[in-house]
């Protein structure tokens, strides 16, 4: 019914910057929140950020004032814009969307999850 692609992962430096997408693809009917989780070796899935269909946004503390979360909506694609890098960030990160389809006419709702793109921020 509906597929999340990420693109945007690499490797940078300490202090870079990279910026990741992930676009919704399929019968959708339309998308309440969406949301970046990243996932290091050794450590549990955690949020990173997200954001409402109306625009309001939440960041994990450990990313505030460096990380950027946007969307738009007509493309049903998801942004997140991380700046001055650090080692800690390193990590798989996957983006999530929050669905609404349409299910033989009838509106249903369910979670789904990008494929996940590697982020390494190293010297």
């Known amino acids: 019914q509906v597929q999340l692609v990420e693109s945007g992962g690499g490797l940078v430096q300490p202090g870079g910057s990279l910026r990741l997408s992930c676009a919704a693809s399929?019968?959708?009917?339309?998308?309440?929140?969406m949301g970046w989780y990243r996932q290091a070796p050794g450590k549990r899935r955690e949020l990173v950020a997200t954001?409402?269909?109306?625009?309001?946004?939440n960041y994990a503390d450990s990313v505030k004032g460096r990380f950027t979360i946007s969307r738009d909506n007509a493309k049903n694609t998801v942004y997140l814009q991380m700046n001055s890098l650090k080692p800690e960030d390193t990590a798989v990160y996957y983006c999530?969307?929050?669905?609404?389809?349409?299910?033989?006419?009838?509106?249903?709702?369910?979670?789904?999850w990008g494929q996940g793109t590697q982020v390494t921020v190293s010297s």
């Open positions: 999530n969307a929050d669905v609404l389809f349409l299910h033989y006419g009838l509106g249903s709702r369910d979670d789904y």
């Open positions: 399929g019968r959708i009917f339309s998308i309440n929140d």
């Open positions: 954001i409402a269909s109306s625009g309001s946004t």
